[in-house]
């Protein structure tokens, strides 16, 4: 069976408060980089995107974004390979688009709030960090100064959501990098940390979503530890559009349980009903199927919801349309918890840096899909009925209808380039 692989956006390195402070008294106004003399050399086949990062990136914010990888500030302890140049062209836009140029219109200090908090630098690897409990490090924050963003080899601008969508891959590692970073600077509310005391698990990745979800976790890698609860409460909060927000706060509602396979043959059983029932929703019930996952040790597991049961014949219990019935007896109001920690998030991020949460989130998502003439997300069902959005970047930019929006982001650093 194909070994499905947990995403992990690795612990960001702390710093003494007091130093994180004192940055927001430097002179941001001198590049710590030298723009005097960029020597960039307009011979030189990356010139274009060397020129947009200079322009876009080093003079208005301070920021090296560096996508030739650099030894220096690599895990040397990982097999990593360079991003080519033509997917860092296109995280290069999207970090633009998705991340700076919001920032930057909703802020409290527009300019001057990228000059102060934004990474010094933004460093590109073309493939994940493997870690040997199965996961992937697909990007992390040192110190407050620098955010690493990994796979970007993986990127398809075709795909917003799904494991290789760019949300999962790169839109969520960039607001949940960045949320540390602001976290280090003024930390989040304490009344935060002791919301989930007791449920949080240094073996996260042995935990399925499932399972955090119904503890109060968007995630299970939020259920590492109150920090990461913090960045992952954010990020996903505004990168999620509202179908999946809804689905995991429907998930929150019921009982989960993880059962043992007796053996390797009800494994493979159980898994090849899954797949069918991926394939064929309206003919089994996946609910009641459940789903594999992996822990941390390389064993597997199976999670699904837990079944009303006959006490006596312990056979599922049915409601007069002969619908399967399930659990809904948690201790713990996991939907109440989740929203909680969101208020919290909002009002913190209003109060620190005159950031308004749900614009920011709107303003993400009408970026990430198409809107219609009343600003709504236009929303339509896939063929197993589930709700899906229509990605903005693949559709015709309003400003030039002849070319797709990502090609028009990508135009802008193809202007830089110098005929010969």
């Given at each position: ?32 980089f030298g723009l005097e003399e960029t020597g960039l050399d307009k011979n030189s086949y990356t010139y274009a995107l060397d020129a947009y990062l200079e322009d876009n990136f080093l003079k208005p914010y301070n920021v090296q974004f560096i996508y030739r990888m650099e030894d220096l500030g690599t895990d040397m302890q990982k ?127 042995s935990t399925p979503d499932e399972i955090a979800v119904g503890n109060g976790f968007v995630t299970s890698y939020a259920s590492a530890n109150n920090t990461e609860d913090w960045a992952e409460t954010v990020s996903n909060y505004i990168t999620k559009n509202q179908a999946d927000w809804d689905e995991m706060l429907d998930i ?169």
């Open positions: 069976m194909k070994t499905i692989k947990t995403i992990l956006l690795s612990t960001v390195t702390m710093m003494a408060t007091g130093l994180l402070i004192g940055c927001s008294e430097d002179d941001f106004e001198k590049s710590i097999d990593l390979v360079p991003a080519t140049y033509e997917q860092s062209k296109q995280l290069a836009v999207l970090c633009k688009y998705m991340w700076y140029d919001i920032y930057k219109e909703l802020a409290g200090e527009k300019d001057v709030f990228l000059k102060k908090y934004s990474p010094r630098i933004i460093h590109l690897t073309g493939t994940p960090g493997f870690n040997s409990d199965g996961t992937e490090t697909l990007g992390y924050a040192t110190n407050g100064t620098k955010i690493t963003l990994q796979a970007v080899n993986r990127l398809d601008y075709n795909l917003i959501e799904g494991h290789y969508g760019l949300n999962n891959m790169f839109f969520h590692t960039m607001h949940h990098e960045f949320t540390h970073i602001l976290d280090q600077t003024i930390s989040h509310p304490q009344a935060f940390n002791v919301i989930s005391t007791g449920l949080y698990n240094s073996d996260w990745n929150a509602s019921y009982d989960w349980e993880q059962v043992d396979f007796k053996d390797d043959e009800e494994r493979d059983s159980l898994t090849s009903l899954y797949t069918k029932a991926l394939v064929y929703p309206a003919s089994y019930n996946t609910d009641s199927i459940g789903r594999s996952f992996r822990l941390g040790s390389g064993e597997y597991k199976w999670v699904r919801k837990s079944i009303v049961r006959d006490q006596v014949t312990g056979k599922p219990v049915k409601d007069e349309d002969g619908k399967i019935q399930y659990l809904h007896n948690k201790a713990i109001d996991a939907i109440a918890v989740i929203n909680q920690k969101v208020d919290l998030a909002r009002e913190w991020l209003k109060e620190n840096y005159q950031i308004d949460l749900d614009l920011l989130r709107k303003t993400v998502q009408e970026r990430q899909y198409m809107t219609d003439e009343n600003g709504n997300l236009i929303t339509k069902k896939d063929g197993n009925g589930k709700i899906t959005y229509v990605n903005r970047l693949t559709q015709p930019d309003p400003q030039n209808p002849e070319q797709t929006l990502m090609n028009s982001l990508l135009k802008t650093i193809d202007a830089y380039a110098v005929e010969k």
